[in-house]
């Protein structure tokens, strides 16, 4: 089993700026897939940005790409949220999700997604 652990959230006003890691443990391999997801109050879960194995091949969600950047270290066991210019309503619950595979697909669906970290809270007062 692969454990993901979230951190890095907090409170900060709006452009600010958050740093979030997921790291993971266990059985890992380096052909996995790993995204980053978030959920408002009242809202549905929504794909945030994603990096396939290779740690090239990134997508982003529209709203975010110009603002965000995720990025994998060397050994593939950290993802990170690099998140600039919050704005009051990126505020949600972060989650970190991960997924075997062998491709550069990245799925920008939740229920794709194997593992998941508890989530990290990000709140960005106006």
């Known amino acids: 089993q692969v454990q993901l652990v979230e951190s890095g959230g907090g409170l900060v006003q709006a452009g600010g700026s958050l740093r979030l890691s997921c790291a993971a443990s266990?059985?890992?391999?380096?052909?996995?897939?790993m995204a980053w997801f978030r959920q408002a109050p009242g809202k549905e879960r929504e794909f945030v940005g994603g990096v396939a194995w290779s740690g090239d091949i990134i997508n982003y969600a529209d709203c975010v790409k110009d603002r965000f950047t995720i990025s994998r270290d060397t050994a593939k066991t950290t993802v990170y949220l690099q998140m600039n210019s919050l704005k009051p309503e990126d505020t949600a619950i972060y989650y970190c999700a991960a997924i075997p595979s062998i491709t550069t697909v990245i799925s920008t669906t939740s229920d794709t997604y194997r593992y998941w970290g508890q989530g990290t809270q990000v709140t960005v007062s106006s």
């Open positions: 266990g059985r890992t391999s380096t052909y996995c897939t």
